[in-house]
């Protein structure tokens, strides 16, 4: 199963995206999800802001594995023209920390002759919205806990030679790496409608299991299931959650429902599902099955007109 989902509003996102960089643009600030540093970054988005310095924010870093998220700061600071900060809800000067890193992206820039126009983008449900509110110390963006609440583009000053352009959230059209599709699903970015939260959370136990030992048996106070399967360990869960259905059967689909939002909420502890290494081998695997299945494509094509002076041969005789 792959996760895909670009509802109609994401593109006109895009769209949006395309003219403001026409417009002018100094440097891009993309939000990531501290758990899923590589998932959450929108290739796409590389795309349509090419040549201009970046400042990944690695958001939610309060939720993250620390020692993670220093790998992945040290994997996006390496890259040329780009600059890595964490955030989370208890930095108490995070418009400070976004200006400072700003300005030192593009210190030709500021003043109120060429002032500084920065534009801010991310994935759905990676906590922009909230951001935004801190930034300006009121609400002035629309926040909740579901994917695809910010609709149109809005500039606000940060400062008086400081313009943030704020940018609904966007994926792409198409997820080539499954694991980000799973990782993307587990943390929220992806609408109810496009994925099985069955499938997803069986996923994220495997992971789980693998990286961090110990946290769902302590969580769930599991017992004598270390050596039973990822559907087994599902079950589990479901039946110290109450999740059970008529004749004693497991409401499978509740209880995976409680292993996501006990990832998302945290309660798991400090997690980050993917390292710097691990992503760009899904990257790399990605690329090999894209290339072969670009060469089958081709190679249907090369058979058909074949096909067809084989038949038009045919009827002449």
Not at 40 to 55: E, V
Not at 125 to 134: A, D, E, P, Q
Not at 137 to 145: E, H, I, L, M, S
Request: net charge neutral.
């Amino acid at each position: 199963m792959s996760i895909q989902w670009y509802p109609g509003h994401m593109h006109a996102t895009k769209k949006a995206i395309v003219e403001r960089m026409k417009g002018g643009i100094d440097v891009v600030i993309e939000l990531l999800d501290a758990r899923l540093p590589g998932s959450s970054a929108n290739p796409m988005l590389a795309d349509l802001t090419r040549g201009k310095p970046a400042l990944k924010v690695l958001n939610k870093q309060d939720l993250a594995d620390p020692d993670r998220t220093a790998a992945w700061l040290a994997y996006y600071n390496a890259l040329p023209a780009t600059q890595a900060i964490g955030l989370d809800a208890s930095i108490t000067a995070p418009a400070q920390r976004l200006t400072d890193a700003s300005r030192s992206l593009a210190p030709l820039r500021g003043g109120m002759a060429k002032p500084l126009r920065v534009l801010i983008c991310g994935i759905p449900n990676v906590g922009k919205s909230t951001l935004i509110n801190t930034l300006v110390g009121k609400k002035a963006a629309k926040t909740g806990d579901e994917p695809g609440i910010t609709k149109v583009e809005q500039r606000i000053s940060l400062a008086s030679d400081f313009y943030l352009f704020d940018t609904p959230g966007m994926l792409w059209p198409r997820i080539a790496v499954p694991e980000s599709g799973y990782h993307l699903a587990a943390s929220g970015a992806v609408g109810r409608n496009a994925l099985d939260e069955e499938i997803v959370a069986l996923e994220l136990l495997q992971t789980l299991r693998a990286n961090y030992p110990g946290r769902v048996e302590e969580r769930f106070q599991l017992k004598d299931v270390a050596e039973l399967p990822d559907e087994a360990w599902l079950e589990a869960i479901g039946r110290r959650r109450g999740a059970v259905l008529g004749g004693g059967r497991v409401n499978l689909q509740k209880a995976s429902e409680i292993l996501i939002y006990e990832f998302r909420a945290g309660g798991l502890g400090r997690v980050t599902l993917e390292t710097p290494e691990q992503f760009l081998q899904w990257q790399a695997t990605a690329a090999v099955h894209d290339a072969e299945r670009a060469q089958k494509k081709a190679r249907g094509k090369r058979a058909a007109p074949e096909a067809a002076d084989s038949d038009s041969d045919s009827d002449s005789e």
